[in-house]
């Protein structure tokens, strides 16, 4: 058990799709014994949990998602649908409800679960475009206190994704 540290945002680098095929994409093609993510947001903004939470700040062992390998064991993953554009290039596809939808998650963590965690982006962690927008500014456009807002950038995304 570790002290939850990211509530860290993903997307699917796809057009489409549903949260049950990142199921199967996650458990037949992956052959992962757990899914990446905790929670998927459809297109149509519907949440849908894959992964029950304990609603604290401790991730327990059978929490633990497989979104960023080497930060799995003290992040909470979350995830839209989208994420490219129709060349398969990184871009924000968010539909307005997929943003609202985000928002309350985000709210959800900062307010009743776990308030010291820190809101960011895959593309934070990893050199890859995902989650195809700079969640530091999401962050801040939906009001987040900055003390919930992880900033670092090693990759320089933050000038890429507008």
Not at 63 to 90: L, M, Q, R, V, W
Not at 131 to 139: G, N, Y
Request: glycine share 8%; aromatic share 10%; proline share 4%.
């Amino acid at each position: 058990m570790k002290k939850l540290r990211y509530l860290m945002i993903h997307c699917t680098a796809s057009r489409g799709g549903t949260a049950e095929d990142v199921v199967r994409l996650h458990r037949n093609v992956f052959k992962w014994s757990r899914v990446g993510y905790r929670i998927v947001v459809e297109q149509s903004g519907k949440k849908v949990v894959l992964a029950d939470v304990n609603q604290n700040c401790i991730v327990e062992d059978e929490e633990i998602t497989f979104g960023a390998a080497e930060h799995n064991a003290y992040s909470h993953h979350i995830c839209y649908i989208g994420g490219i554009d129709e060349k398969g290039n990184p871009k924000d596809t968010r539909t307005p409800a997929q943003i609202k939808t985000l928002a309350k998650i985000v709210y959800q963590y900062v307010d009743e679960i776990c308030p010291e965690v820190l809101v960011a982006g895959h593309n934070q962690f990893h050199n890859r475009g995902c989650p195809s927008f700079w969640v530091p500014t999401f962050c801040r456009q939906i009001g987040i206190d900055p003390k919930n807002i992880y900033e670092a950038d090693p990759f320089g995304y933050s000038k890429i994704l507008k």
